[in-house]
């Protein structure tokens, strides 16, 4: 301490000012402004040894409590804990705006009732603001020194009268640095300090103990929305979507609320005008509330103090158009990047809690992140755009390979990120990387057979594309293509075929007719053709593609391998097994030789060949090889990958078609359970399964739980896929025969009717499912001895599948045999 001036006379009236602003609501009385002082003689009395000083009943100066306060019993609770004993010190610390103040204060008032005195507040947010306080402390303990003694001298008897008594309550809000208060609490021996700080390192050097406070729940903070804006009676229109938007932030929240009392909006308009002008709401306040007290200005507090740390407001800036969801700090690493400098920012930005690092995550409040990209001032030298350019190049620089399945951890970790900034940025800003981005991403969609999202991302990427490289630049027809093969996948057949026939015209003219892309393209549309039950046009088309690839690629080139696979693929769903199965047992022949035993398409070629078999109804040679295929795939690709399910489920259905259905349910059994753990309840294949599981448990004779499962097949076919996704039609074909199967043809009859117009509107009058289901519909009729409806569909069902089928496709002939069982 330094050495005091000592006191003499003065002829001038005794006044001090003792005037500041509390954080929060209500007045504090303690000086906060240059004063002027001046100096009175003290009687002997006012210099007593401070610990003969007794404070004044209710020596109290909490600001005023907020009307509205919804409930902290948690945190209430710890502070009770951290604070209990002869000396506590509890710091609590958090994001600007989260409530800290008013934590403190809610607590601070109830000591008071409960008989706790002196209860002190003091601002605490400059070294000068905590003198003033305690100054004015010193002249709320012996009103007589008010008007004799100086600001250190005052600060320093409040010190020592602290230090000399226990059973007070002493209030530092917002605090900027340990080091500010360290003296004090080094001081105190007795008494209880609770501190607020935006600050979250180097609190555990002064022994105290930490609650960080985090944002309210859902209903909290609809709770606090609708007391402030509708006093007491929420607004449903919105509220949730509101509060989700602002992150549960009381302070946003509360900033929100008071706008909406006064302007009389629902909680969805208010909402509209956030998401329209973010920097304005976000800067806003209603009539007669502290123009200061803003999310935008509260924060602004926080970055001034990491103005020596530029690289915190670079990566601030990057970090702002992510997800709010945990993002993994390897991905802030690469190597144009200096980690060491990266490193310091993310402490310093954890110290401030503008992020959360949890583990190897980074978590930043969602709020934060609408704020940095809103405003374009906050960080001299850190621009938004470059802040946008950087996250995107450090998402694409992360994403793993899209078909391998041991990085999809990987993948779902960033698609929330990948999402937020789908999201955030604008298409026009889309850039080269931009698109590279967002057409991997839909990719991996598809791989996970989330067809809407990969159209969203694959329509995205094109738009960027075509913007930035032309429309008939490779990438940006590789990109059209790749949008085709998601419209086939989703089943729409009506936009992938014409954007396959115009991507392969594109690529002819500017690649030539030769290059690999426009071979791939080839491949692609006659797969499309297949898909829509065109074989008339696939075959001839497989086979040109066939012959070019060979000719152009050498008939030993993966590519070439491929054809020769989809040709065979082709002939069997034509029913043409004589020239399928040759050309099947060929292509496998070849890729064990070019490729190996154990590639994933020699696999492949192995599964394809055993479904062949079982097509010809040669079950001797096809159960064998898939117990092969499944064999090797479980050694060569893993128990869990998705081509190592799919033979389970075809070793099934073969064990099903063999008529061994105790084999058959248990192994369909576990794959379903297997699909829905490693690709999800909703996936494709997953609902394949437990497509395939109901028609088992149907075949066994369980119609109880083939009805409910196809039932629920269909409820999830229809969410996820949509009402008229090929996977969707059969699955309500299906039902209507566990209906049938059950007897009740009042139900069965009236969806196979649905299914069969459905089809033929989708799919057209001639494809081979369509015409399986009006077999089914016949069948229906019959079953219900109403000849007259089944004979004449059973005989157009019949001239139609000789026709586009031919008469040795084992459609053809079933439709005969149950047109000749009639008699």
Not at 714 to 739: F, K, M, Q
């Amino acid at each position: 301490m330094s050495e005091q001036e000592e006191m003499g006379p003065s002829t001038a009236s005794p006044v001090i000012n003792l005037m500041a602003t509390a954080s929060g609501q209500g007045r504090v009385y303690q000086a906060g402004r240059d004063q002027t002082f001046h100096q009175a003689i003290l009687q002997a009395e006012a210099l007593r040894p401070v610990d003969q000083v007794v404070a004044p009943p209710h020596l109290v100066n909490v600001p005023a409590q907020a009307q509205v306060f919804v409930s902290r019993d948690r945190e209430l609770a710890a502070l009770d804990q951290g604070l209990a004993g002869t000396r506590a010190v509890v710091v609590v610390h958090g994001l600007g705006g989260i409530g800290k103040s008013t934590l403190a204060a809610r607590y601070a008032a109830a000591r008071a009732q409960a008989g706790i005195n002196p209860v002190w507040w003091i601002t605490a947010d400059t070294p000068g603001a905590i003198e003033a306080g305690l100054a004015a402390l010193a002249a709320g303990l012996q009103p007589e020194l008010r008007a004799a003694a100086p600001l250190p001298v005052l600060a320093e008897r409040a010190t020592a009268w602290l230090a000399a008594h226990a059973g007070w309550l002493l209030v530092l809000d917002d605090v900027a640095d340990p080091g500010d208060v360290r003296p004090l609490l080094e001081r105190i021996s007795a008494g209880q300090v609770l501190v607020t700080s935006r600050l979250a390192e180097g609190w555990h050097r002064l022994g105290a103990n930490e609650l960080r406070l985090d944002v309210l729940d859902e209903q909290e903070a609809i709770e606090l929305l609708a007391g402030i804006s509708a006093d007491g009676q929420p607004s449903a229109d919105g509220a949730a979507e509101l509060v989700r938007e602002l992150g549960y932030l009381p302070l946003a929240v509360k900033q929100a609320a008071a706008y909406l009392h006064q302007a009389r909006l629902s909680p969805r308009a208010y909402l509209g005008l956030l998401r329209e002008q973010p920097a304005v709401m976000y800067d806003r306040t209603a009539r007669g509330a502290d123009a200061e007290r803003t999310i935008a200005r509260i924060w602004r507090l926080t970055l001034d103090r990491l103005a020596d740390t530029p690289s915190a407001g670079q990566l601030l800036r990057v970090l702002a158009w992510y997800g709010a969801e945990p993002l993994p700090r390897t991905l802030l690493d690469s190597p144009d990047t200096d980690t060491p400098d990266v490193r310091h920012a993310l402490d310093e930005l954890a110290a401030y809690n503008m992020i959360t690092l949890d583990g190897a995550a980074v978590i930043v409040h969602p709020l934060v992140q609408a704020v940095v990209r809103s405003f374009p001032d906050l960080f001299p030298g850190a621009d938004i755009t470059n802040g946008l350019r950087r996250a995107t190049e450090l998402l694409d620089k992360a994403i793993p390979p899209v078909y391998a399945p041991v990085q999809w951890p990987i993948w779902r970790m960033l698609v929330p990120h990948i999402a937020a900034l789908a999201q955030h940025a604008q298409p026009e800003t889309d850039s080269n990387i931009t698109a590279h981005l967002f057409n991997q991403t839909g990719l991996f969609f598809m791989s996970q057979g989330a067809f809407a999202l990969s159209i969203r991302y694959h329509q995205r990427a094109l738009t960027a594309y075509a913007r930035i490289l032309t429309s008939d630049h490779p990438d940006t027809l590789t990109s059209r293509n790749n949008l085709a093969s998601a419209y086939q996948s989703a089943g729409d057949l009506g936009r992938a075929i014409p954007l396959f026939e115009a991507t392969l015209a594109e690529r002819e003219r500017v690649l030539g007719a030769d290059h690999p892309d426009a071979l791939a393209s080839r491949n692609n549309l006659a797969s499309a053709y297949q898909s829509a039950g065109d074989l008339g046009r696939a075959i001839p088309l497989f086979e040109a593609t066939l012959a070019e690839r060979e000719r152009v690629l050498g008939a030993d080139h993966p590519g070439t391998l491929t054809s020769r696979n989809n040709l065979a693929y082709a002939y069997e769903s034509a029913g043409d097994l004589g020239r399928a199965i040759p050309l099947f047992e060929a292509t496998l022949a070849e890729r064990e030789r070019v490729l190996g035993a154990d590639h994933p398409d020699t696999l492949a070629s192995r599964n394809n060949l055993a479904s062949a078999y079982q097509s010809a109804g040669d079950l001797g040679r096809a159960i064998p090889l898939y117990e092969q295929t499944l064999a090797e795939r479980e050694r060569v690709l893993g128990a869990d990958h998705p081509d190592t399910l799919t033979s389970r489920n075809n070793l099934a259905y073969a064990y099903e078609s063999a008529g061994d259905l105790r084999r058959a349910i248990p192994l369909y059994e576990r794959t379903l359970a297997e699909r829905e753990r490693v690709l999800g309840a909703d996936h494709p294949d997953t609902l394949t399964s437990r497509n395939n599981l109901a028609y088992a448990y149907r075949a066994a004779g369980d119609l109880g739980r083939a009805i409910s499962l196809s039932e629920r097949t269909l409820e999830d076919c229809e969410r996820v896929l949509g009402i008229d996704h090929p996977d969707t039609l059969a699955s309500r074909n299906n039902l209507a025969g566990a209906y049938r199967s059950a007897g009740d043809l009042g139900r069965a009859i009236p969806l196979y009717e649905q299914t069969l117009a459905d089809m033929e509107r989708v799919l057209g009058a001639g494809h081979p499912s369509t015409l399986t289901s009006r077999n089914n519909l016949a069948g229906a009729y019959m079953s219900a001895g109403d000849l007259g409806r089944a004979i004449p569909l059973y005989e157009q069902t019949l001239a139609d599948a000789e026709r586009v089928l031919g008469l040795d496709h084992p459609l053809t002939k079933a439709v005969q045999a149950n047109l000749s069982s009639i008699g």
